[in-house]
């Protein structure tokens, strides 16, 4: 059974950080690419970055500079460090792999 486990999410302030973390269980998370979603209030669920499995990284335009994607391949684990945060960062923000298995998400609420 995949199991994906979100956290680091919370309440900052506009410009602050926070390093979200999502630790894969029940599959070889290693050898598959790693994504981060967000979903806003009331928008559509949002392809925020992804990591391969060789480390090739990718973002959504509006993140870029800002969100860095990792990953620890004995851990099982991705994260996104988040810099520089912004009020339309506000979101729940959701770990995927396999494009079909999600994690329950983790709330990030950025105040102004």
């Known amino acids: 059974q995949v199991q994906l486990v979100e956290s680091g999410g919370g309440l900052v302030q506009a410009g602050g950080s926070l390093r979200l973390s999502c630790t894969a269980s029940?599959?070889?998370?290693?050898?598959?690419?790693m994504r981060w979603y967000r979903q806003a209030p009331g928008k559509q669920r949002e392809l925020v970055a992804d990591i391969t499995s060789g480390g090739d990284t990718n973002y959504v335009d509006s993140v870029k500079g800002r969100f860095t994607i990792s990953r620890d391949n004995a851990k099982n684990t991705v994260y996104l460090q988040m810099n520089s945060l912004k009020p339309e960062d506000t979101a729940v923000y959701y770990c995927?792999?396999?494009?079909?298995?999600w994690g329950k998400g983790t709330l990030v609420t950025v105040s102004s």
């Open positions: 029940g599959i070889i998370a290693r050898i598959y690419t």
């Open positions: 995927n792999i396999l494009l079909k298995f």
